[in-house]
């Protein structure tokens, strides 16, 4: 139904009962042969391996597979939302978990370092103004806040799971911190340590010859270059205070964002 009209993202990643239900053995079929071609695929070899070796088993294995359908036309694109929306939804969970959610950046958006920065600071469990605050208040078992790029807008999120009978505060504090990075520059200690960090993980998840190909795959494939990954700490570095603030006053407005509220169920 409604869902038809929605772009992907929307969608659950496992899927719906109804909807694999009704997959026949041609509908996977013809989704492999769109998906999974040449056209859109990239093969990354990392680790201590002779180049001349990999091309060779690359052609031996790969060389005549051949496109044998069309992919699908990309989905447009939902509109952010206009207003705060506003939704409660009952599951069979044991605590409230609170989300705020905006639209996200693209992969290729030039300030994408910028949000690296800001979620760095607003997710992190120690330095951040989320997790730390509410836990030490006695309001949450977590708290954080992530974003996920797209080739399309992806999204962005901050959340917490409430204690009992902790929810209102539990909001007032998620929207306190986002009001107080919007109105307040980070100090330079806090941006240094923050920058630092990101370099630091991202060095660490490149030095695993799996992670770094994985990488350097879906940069090629995104059209960002293999080579992207190792401009990242001079991305980092270039980040500033006040680009970190201006994104936070523009891609997470209160007055325009999604608050989604899930409840255990009541008991019948």
Do not use: N
């Amino acid at each position: 139904g409604a869902r038809a009209f929605c772009h992907p993202y929307r969608w659950p990643q496992q899927g719906t009962a109804e909807a694999v239900r009704s997959f026949t053995r041609e509908d996977l079929v013809a989704f492999h042969r769109a998906i999974f071609s040449p056209q859109g695929t990239v093969l990354v070899v990392s680790g201590d391996l002779e180049p001349a070796a990999a091309q060779a088993l690359a052609e031996r294995y790969l060389g005549d597979w051949r496109a044998a359908g069309q992919p699908p036309a990309a989905p447009a694109l939902d509109p952010p939302p206009a207003e705060r929306v506003a939704r409660e939804v009952e599951r069979s969970q044991a605590q409230v978990v609170i989300c705020y959610g905006w639209r996200g950046p693209r992969v290729s958006d030039e300030d994408l370092p910028v949000w690296e920065v800001l979620f760095g600071y607003l997710g992190d469990s120690t330095l951040g103004p989320i997790f730390t605050p509410l836990r030490q208040a006695g309001l949450v078992y977590g708290a954080g806040a992530y974003f996920i790029p797209g080739l399309d807008p992806g999204s962005a999120v901050l959340w917490a799971g409430a204690l009992p009978g902790k929810a209102a505060p539990v909001r007032e504090g998620l929207e306190a911190a986002i009001r107080a990075v919007q109105e307040q520059p980070l100090a330079p200690e806090m941006l240094d340590k923050v920058k630092r960090r990101l370099i630091t993980g991202q060095a660490l998840s490149l030095a695993d010859p799996g992670g770094r190909a994985q990488t350097q795959a879906l940069d090629e494939l995104y059209g960002l270059g293999y080579d992207h990954c190792l401009g990242y700490a001079q991305r980092i570095h270039g980040v500033t205070a006040e680009q970190v603030q201006a994104l936070a006053r523009s891609a997470l407005p209160l007055d325009r964002c999604v608050v989604v509220e899930t409840r255990p169920k009541e008991q019948e």
